[in-house]
């Protein structure tokens, strides 16, 4: 047995957003505030980092965080001497902040460093320092060491990655997300529980991934309807910031699997949230997963851990149980399949082949040949 964690610093609780600007001086003097479309939500921080910085320069991001837009915005916080970020906002704002961060020290072209469309090439200088305020409860973003950009010339979204990545600092206030409407709750909690699945029966889970999977599908399952039916719901919404957290702590240090190896193509694709592309693919993966691994291996670990997912969900300790949990959370949910997302028949074999080659994939606790892939979209397309 061998495996590695790391994570950011982490402060949680009601309340917690009143300090970050405190924690921001500490970490530097010329602040980048990356924001969300709708910059003047976070007007409040603004006027009170300008009072503890020498310079803060603002950028919003009303969408995916597109390569040549960070790339650009990179290039602006460089020459304005930013040497810290902090990001507040949903999983594509924490991106860009983690990735702006990043690019600020390393200057060579932005698909030197991609995976998949570019070389990979490790960044040779840590990010500056980066605090991240999630405003959603589903990506995770504030603890992972990635940051996913959208390359719309090939069709496809990709990751930015280095351990040096993990943000500094981690602000989680259950209180910034009670205004998410009820659509964007169930969107980004889907991608919580399935972060938590995929890191749960990953080949890479680990002791110390496991408690938050368990934990967290656990949260998920008591709250996420609670929190879409009642967005003041505090105590439902600090459920989901749990475990929207324990999720990006899990796939930090384990790995994800087909359902966000998919999404990666699938989000460029078709403009859909992420989240919602993930809801419309979870029970299909799990069953696909499940019947896969009884054939290839009906004593496979995994499927001891589809049937624990059963039980945390459920409370029947059996693979399928987690599956129809699943599907009914997603009719309660008013999840919309990928047909219904923009997704045609026509599409289904070059979006199962970038899927084969995403690096999610590789986590997937069993291999799925194309024709297993094309299955899971075209099923996936009929709800």
Not at 137 to 151: D, F, P, Y
Request: aromatic share 4%; charged share 20%; with cysteine.
């Amino acid at each position: 047995m061998s495996f590695s964690f790391s994570t950011a610093r982490i402060v949680f609780g009601p309340g917690v957003r009143a300090d970050i600007a405190v924690q921001a001086a500490r970490l530097g003097s010329h602040c980048l505030l990356v924001t969300g479309g709708r910059p003047g939500r976070c007007d409040w921080l603004l006027r009170e980092l300008h009072i503890v910085m020498d310079s803060v320069h603002a950028v919003s991001i009303g969408s995916e965080p597109e390569t040549g837009i960070i790339a650009a915005k990179a290039a602006m916080a460089r020459k304005a001497g930013c040497d810290v970020v902090v990001a507040v906002g949903g999983g594509s704002v924490l991106d860009a902040g983690k990735a702006l961060a990043a690019l600020i020290t390393n200057t060579r072209d932005l698909f030197d460093y991609l995976e998949v469309v570019g070389r990979g090439m490790p960044l040779e200088r840590a990010p500056v320092p980066m605090i991240a305020v999630p405003t959603t409860a589903g990506t995770g973003s504030e603890v992972t060491a990635n940051a996913v950009l959208l390359s719309r010339e090939h069709g496809v979204k990709v990751s930015l990655r280095s351990a040096g990545m993990i943000p500094d600092l981690a602000v989680i206030d259950p209180e910034l997300s009670v205004s998410l409407p009820p659509l964007q709750t169930a969107s980004t909690g889907m991608d919580a529980l399935t972060q938590l699945m995929e890191a749960f029966v990953s080949h890479a889970a680990s002791p110390l991934t496991d408690p938050f999977c368990r934990d967290g599908l656990a949260r998920a399952a008591r709250s996420l309807r609670k929190a879409v039916a009642d967005g003041a719901d505090l105590e439902a919404r600090s459920d989901m910031a749990l475990a929207s957290l324990f999720s990006g702590m899990a796939l930090a240090n384990a790995r994800l699997g087909a359902v966000h190896g998919f999404a990666a193509p699938l989000g460029a694709a078709l403009g859909a949230a992420h989240g919602e592309i993930c809801a419309a693919l979870l029970p299909h993966v799990m069953e696909a997963n499940i019947a896969a691994l009884r054939t290839a291996d009906p004593a496979h670990p995994a499927l001891d851990r589809y049937a624990e997912v059963g039980l945390l969900l459920m409370g029947v300790r059996e693979a399928m149980a987690g599956v129809r949990f699943v599907r009914s959370l997603c009719a309660d949910l008013d999840v919309r399949s990928l047909r219904v997302l923009g997704l045609h028949e026509g599409a289904v074999p070059e979006a199962a082949r970038k899927a084969a080659g995403a690096s999610s994939m590789k986590g997937n606790p069993v291999a799925l040949d194309l024709n297993l892939l094309e299955g899971i979209l075209y099923r996936a397309m009929d709800g």
